[in-house]
């Protein structure tokens, strides 16, 4: 693939990770000004975060992608790793979301009994196991992959430590959810870091296609 047009692909699909990760944090605002920290969340806030996830998700397969072509030089090996899990990580919250807007969303408001656990935020929820893994550890091991890739320069290493961190925190939610004690951090790798991140990367892509 040509290293300019998989940066323009990479630059856009950073603004357009960003441009939503701002939407999923109005959302966030929205829900604890509204519906204050309630749990499980308002069926619009549930429907919100679920197409924002669902697109965010194929906007990162493009990124990992890009950053594959475009960063990996003679690390090859570990941006496919990072494509990989990217795929993986998508392939699970996909599953998890469409499932929401179709067989749930079609159930509404009276979810038969035998549809409970696939409920996005239901106690025991199948959905929200898958969505767990597919946040809280394959799109960590896909940052983890890639953050060796940034190094050279300033940002390039403001890049790395940022994917460090949102694996870190990443894999703190999913332990304490495996082990029943709940950390509740995972929004803030999701959210403002992921969002940093975007930002970032956009930057350099562009800096890389202007080259």
């Not at 669902?54 to 690390?75: C, M, P, S």
């Not at 990989?84 to 979810?111: E, K």
């Not at 809280?136 to 961190?165: E, H, Q, T």
């Not at 082990?179 to 870091?193: F, L």
């Amino acid at each position: 693939m040509d290293k300019k047009f998989a940066s323009r692909l990479g630059f856009w699909a950073a603004v357009i990770v960003a441009a939503l990760g701002v939407l999923y944090l109005l959302l966030l605002i929205y829900m604890m000004v509204v519906d204050g920290f309630s749990y499980p969340p308002s069926q619009f806030v549930q429907l919100g975060a679920g197409i924002i996830t669902f697109l965010t998700v194929q906007g990162l397969v493009v990124l990992f992608t890009a950053i594959r072509f475009v960063y990996a030089g003679d690390k090859t090996v570990l941006g496919s790793l990072g494509v990989s899990f990217s795929v993986l990580f998508a392939g699970v919250v996909s599953i998890n979301r469409f499932v929401q807007f179709t067989v749930i969303q079609q159930s509404l408001p009276d979810v038969p009994a035998d549809l409970l656990r696939f409920l996005p935020y239901a106690e025991g929820s199948v959905m929200l196991s898958l969505e767990v893994l597919g946040w809280g550890f394959f799109s960590s091991m896909a940052a983890i992959m890639v953050a060796p890739l940034f190094s050279a320069s300033k940002i390039d290493k403001s890049i790395r430590w940022l994917f460090l961190v949102y694996a870190f925190v990443s894999l703190l939610n999913l332990i304490g959810f495996v082990t029943k004690t709940p950390i509740p951090v995972g929004p803030i790798a999701w959210g403002p870091i992921l969002l940093a991140i975007c930002i970032l990367l956009a930057v350099h892509f562009r800096q890389v296609e202007e080259r």
